[in-house]
């Protein structure tokens, strides 16, 4: 291969669709040297390979949010049911995106060098994606964790200053009952 991918490269087109971590049909072609086009068709000749967990088509709205997201094309036509639509005189297919999953098993259907070596940096791309992910959810534990216990010191420092209040403030003595006159009363 002439050179080698990087994890950040193909961790940058790695996407957030359906709660799902996702790669564009596009960018995988981009990946592995093949028009986009061709890498569908061996999707397709192996559609049984591909469950929807795997893979799946974007919606029209889908679709433009993901291209007005990168300023990409466009698409200024109506969705026509049968998996396009048209901007001026070309068709463009709406995207397939591929889950982890939908990518390990492309290692079955395209086989050259490169499409091997695209796959192994894409996999540790997850993998290091999965791993930085974890890395947050340690860190935003430890930190409602110290949430917690800064409301309960919290609540108790607040108890303690209200004591304090208290005692420099207390409250009113009842008034002392008259004293009896000193002397002698008529």
């Given amino acids: ?13 790695i996407l957030l669709i359906r709660g799902k971590k996702v ?6 072609a981009q990946l592995y040297g093949v028009p986009t086009k061709r890498l569908n068709e061996q999707v397709r000749r192996n559609k049984a390979r591909f469950p929807e967990d795997f893979m799946f088509q974007l919606t029209k709205e889908e679709s433009e949010a993901s291209r007005s997201h990168f300023a990409t094309l466009n698409i200024t036509t109506e ?5 396009y639509v048209s901007r001026g005189k070309n068709i ?4 397939f995106v591929f889950t982890e999953q ?3 098993m492309l290692s079955c259907v395209l086989t050259s060098e490169r499409a091997v070596q695209v796959n192994i940096a894409i ?5 290091k994606l999965r791993e930085i992910l974890l890395t947050h959810k ?4 430890k930190i409602e964790e110290l ?3 800064y409301t309960e010191n919290s609540q108790q420092i607040r108890e303690i200053f209200e004591i304090i209040k208290q005692m420099l403030n207390p409250p009113p003595e009842p008034p002392e009952p008259p004293k009896p006159k000193i002397g002698f009363h008529t």
């Fill in 1 to 13: 291969m002439e050179k080698q991918i990087s994890i950040e490269v193909v961790a940058a087109k």
């Fill in 23 to 28: 790669m564009l049909d596009r960018d995988l």
């Fill in 79 to 83: 969705h026509k049911g049968l998996g």
């Fill in 92 to 95: 463009k297919y709406l995207p």
């Fill in 102 to 104: 939908g990518v390990a």
């Fill in 123 to 127: 996999m540790r791309a997850f993998v």
């Fill in 138 to 141: 340690d860190l935003a534990d």
């Fill in 147 to 149: 949430e917690k216990k």
